[in-house]
């Protein structure tokens, strides 16, 4: 069974990571002089937490990684006794090599209980002789202070553009597929800076095909293209409402997007449009009003319906 390309072509060293270069040069530093603090990644997912605490550890004790590295998913191992024992048991040996701490890697920690991140304080306290704590989270807002103030903090962004495309290029390559312009722009486009959804999204669309254009990338990813979505929200706007209602229905149907897929798109469009921008700030409150009540458990197509009738009487 082939590996999903995520896993295939996830970077090996720190030297393989693309973008996030402030933050890999920082990284690099630790392995040169093998002595760092407790780090705290943060940051949206499929932008390189991971891979940037896999690589760092491949980087600093080589071989024997595995033995110097524990991986504990805390989103999972939620009950602190979990933690506490595979710690323990983990911190007793010596590191193997000539690095002096191991390294625990704790992913998705902001998924721990207060009382949970509490007790993980005085475990990093108890063990930091012999061991490197890595947290990663999406929110570090949700990580307690004394932990916060115990590490590195390392903020990853979303990926550039170039460096999305960059690597979907290598591996298009490797995979012998054919990748339009049009095909990686809708990429990028549908990821938004998340590497992992840009990579299975490749995937997908070559599962169907071996040249990879816009049309296909948009029919696996559920996204309508943002020319579609666009001429939905102009049409309402000149007051066509019955042709924009049937856009809306065309792309909920033909595309099988959701409601939450079509608004987020909206939301993305508003700056594209040609509107004052008093219009634009009225629509934008519209977009949220309408997510929110959809959210709430509200009927998406007549949500959505009301939405274009609110766009059709602004733009009057």
């Known amino acids: 069974m082939d590996k999903p390309w995520v896993e295939k072509y996830r970077p090996k060293t720190l030297d393989e990571i693309v973008g996030q270069d402030e933050i890999v040069k920082r990284l690099k530093k630790y392995v040169e002089k093998k002595s760092m603090p407790h780090l705290l990644f943060s940051g949206p997912p499929g932008v390189g937490k991971t891979t940037a605490a896999l690589c760092l550890a491949r980087d600093l004790f080589g071989e024997n990684w595995r033995e110097n590295f524990l991986e504990l998913n805390a989103s999972d191992e939620r009950g602190i006794d979990v933690i506490r024992t595979k710690v323990k048991d983990f911190a007793r040996t010596k590191p193997i090599g000539d690095v002096p701490f191991k390294i625990i890697f704790l992913d998705e920690s902001d998924a721990l209980t207060p009382d949970a991140q509490n007790a993980l304080r005085r475990t ?10 890595i947290l990663s989270c999406n929110y570090p807002s949700k990580i307690i202070p004394p932990i916060q103030s115990r590490c590195a903090i390392f903020r990853f962004s979303p990926l550039k553009k170039e460096d999305i495309a ?26 938004e800076g998340d590497m992992r959804k840009a990579i299975n999204v490749l995937q997908t669309a070559a599962a169907l095909s071996e040249v990879i254009d816009d049309e296909i990338v948009y029919k696996v990813s559920s996204r309508a293209r943002p020319e579609e979505v666009k001429k939905m929200m102009e049409l309402a706007l000149e007051g066509k409402f019955v042709e924009a209602r049937d856009l809306l229905y065309k792309l909920m149907v033909e595309w099988g997007m959701s409601g939450e897929d079509i608004l987020n798109q909206m939301f993305r469009e508003i700056n594209n449009l040609d509107i ?19 959210v709430e458990g509200a009927n998406e197509r007549i949500q959505l319906s009301a939405l274009l009738a609110k766009m059709a009487l602004m733009g009057k």
């Open 166 to 191: 960059k690597k979907l290029k290598e591996i298009a390559e490797k995979e012998g597929l054919k990748l339009t312009e049009s095909g990686l722009e809708a990429i990028i486009y549908v990821s």
């Open 276 to 294: 004052d921008e008093r219009k634009k700030v009225e629509l934008a409150d519209a977009i949220g009003e309408t997510d929110f009540r959809i």
């Open 124 to 133: 990093m306290e108890k063990y930091s002789d012999v061991c490197r704590f």
